[in-house]
C-alpha cells in the first residue's frame, strides 16, 4: 500500500488550514495598514495559496526537502515482527503510528477512508453542480435575450429578483430581473458588476471553489476560505467597477441596497453569482435566537455582521491610497512562500520506515562495494529486510543488538583478519543470538553463546560442555571455534551462501540437499523446502545489508 | 406599460416608449424586453405589421387586476381577502366618497 495519496491528502488538508490562516492574517494586516491592499490583490493572493497548498504536497516528494519539523507519525511495515510473519503468506498489512500518542493505525483503511472522503466529496459537488447547471440553463432558456456581444449573453427575467452571472465553457451570461428594466441607472451598475466578476473570472473559479469545498469538506478550513474567497470576490468587484466607471459609492450602495430588498426572496444554484447574496445572511438571521428584552447587546453590535453591510462599509470608507506593487508583491511572496515551506516540510513529518525493492536494490550496491562477498537481493531478503528496519520491534533488535556488538567488534575483526574472512559474517551473531551472551536454555538441542553453538558441535571443535563448564560463554574462545568452522564449510562449499546454510542445518544435510535438489543455489534450496530455518539465509543476507548502510537509515 | 397599452390599444415598442415620456426614460431595449416578457406570459399579443411588431393587451383591465389582487390576497395576506379590506382602511386615508362608494358596493353584494 503506497503512502503517498494518503500523506498528500492529509498534507493538503494540514495546508488548506494554514492557507486559511495566512490569508486571515492578510486581511487582518492590510486593514491595518495606512495604504491597504486592494482586494483584487487579496483575491489573488487568496487562489495562490489554495494553488499552493494544493499543489506542494503533489511536487513536495519529487524534492528530498529536510526534516525541519519533529516527525508526527511513522508507517511501518507490520506493527510488528510477529504479525510481518503471521501474514507473510498473504499481503502485509502495513501501518501508520502516530508517535504523539503510540497509536497505531491500519495504513490501507486509513487510506481507503481518506480516498473516499475526498472521492465522494467531489462526487456530491459534481451533482451539485450539475444541477445547479441544469436549473440555471432552464431559467436562462425562458429568459428574453436584451443583447449579444461575442460570447456574452445579457437577457431579462421575471423569475429572478436578483442580477447574477454564470459561465458555462464558452458562453457567458448575465442576467437581470424585469424589475431592474425600469430603473436605468441601477441596471447599468448591475451590469458594471456582473461583467465585473465575468472579467475577475469568478464565474468559472466557481466551479473549481465548489469542488475544492467538495474535496475537502470535512476539513472547516475549505469552508472558511470559501467565504473568504466569496466575500473578496465581491469587494474586488466594487472596488473595481467603483475604479472604472463614473459612478459614486453612494449611488453604487443604493442600487446594493435596492437590489437586496428584492433579493430576500431568491434562491440561486450556488454556480450563479448574484449582485447581492442573500442566502447567508438568511441562513444567519434564521439561525439567531430571537432578542429578549433586557437581555445584554451582542459583541456584534455596532459591527457590520452580513456580507451586503460590510460591502456598504468598504465602499463608503474606502481609502483614496493603495500600496505600492513592490509592497505588494513583497506581501503575496511573503505568504506564498510561507505556505510552500510549511508544504515542504511537512512532506517530512510522515516517516516511510518500509524498504521498497528498488531501495533494496540500492543499498545491496552500496553493500558490494570493497567486498567479494556474494550480496544477494530477493523479495525474501527485502521482507527480512522490513522485518528488520520496517517493524518498531525489528528496529528495536537492531538497534540494541548494534550496541551490544560495539563491545565484541575488536576482537571478531581481529580474528577474522587472521583467518582472512569477510568481515560480513560479523551478521551471524546478530541473527544468531543479538549478541547476547546466551546460557543454554533447558533444551540441550539449542545452542549458546555469541554464536549459538550446539553442544556437539562446541566439543567437535575444542570447547568444553559439560555439567561443570562451558566454554561456549567465553565469546573469545567460542569466536575462535566460529572462525575455524567457517573457515572449513567455505573449504568444503566453496560459496559462502551454501556456507551459511551449512552454519544453520550443518554440512551433511546440506551436501544432501544439493544431491537430491541438484543445484548449488542456496536461496533455490531453501525454497525447495531444503533448510533447516526457512528465513535463516535471507536475515543473514538482510542484516548485512542493513549494517553496511548504517548511514543511510537511522535505527531510531 | 400595460396601462400604456390599454390606454392606446394596438402599438408598437416605439409608441410605447413615447408613452411613458416624459415620467419614465426607458430604453428601447428595456421597453422591448418588458413587452416580450408580458407576451411571454400572455398578458400581450403581437402581430406582425411590415418588419416590426404591434403588441395588443391580451387581457382586460379587469381580468387583470382580479388575476393580480388574487395572487396578492394567496401570497401576502393568507387567503382572506377581509385582511386586505382591513388594511386598506387602515392605512389609506379614504375620502367620504370613495367609502360611501364602498359601502354601497357591498350592500349590492349582500343582496
Redesign the interface.
Known sequence: MSLAPLQIYLSQNVLLLVACGLVRCLRFASARLPHPLTYRHQLHCAYWLIAAAVLAPVLAPLFSSPQLLPAAAQVWSAPSGQALSRVAASSPVATLSLTTTGTQLRLDLLTQCALTICAGGIAISLTLLLIGTRATRALLS?A?L??RSGALRIL???EASVPFSFWRPGSFFIVVP?SL??R?ED?RIALRHEAQHHRQGDTWLVYVTGLLRGAFSLNPAAHVLGNSIHELREFACDEAVIARHPVTARRYCDCLLWVAENALAQDLPAICMPMVDMRRAHRRLAHRPPASPGAPEPRTAGRPTTLLARRVAVLLCSPKRRLHTFGVAALQSLTVSTLLVAGFALAATVQDRRISPSEAAEMAAVARLNTSFPIVTNPQVVAEMNRLVGTPDGRAYLRESLRRMHTHEPMIREKLQQLSLPAELLAIPLVESGYRNRPQDGNPGHGAGLWMFIGPTARAFGLAVDPTQDERLDPALETDAAMRLLSQLMAEFGDWNLALLAYNGGSDFVNRSIREAGTRDAFELTQRGYENDPRYLARVMATIIVMKNASRKAYD | MMNVIWRIGPCSVHQVVDALRPQRELAYTSVSTIIRILEQKKYVLSIKEGRGHLYQAAVSKQAYQATSLARLVSNVFDGAPSLLVQRLLDSKQLSPEELSSIRASMRKKER
Open positions: 425562458r428574453q436584451i443583447r431579462a427575467t421575471s424585469v428594466l425600469t436605468p441596471l
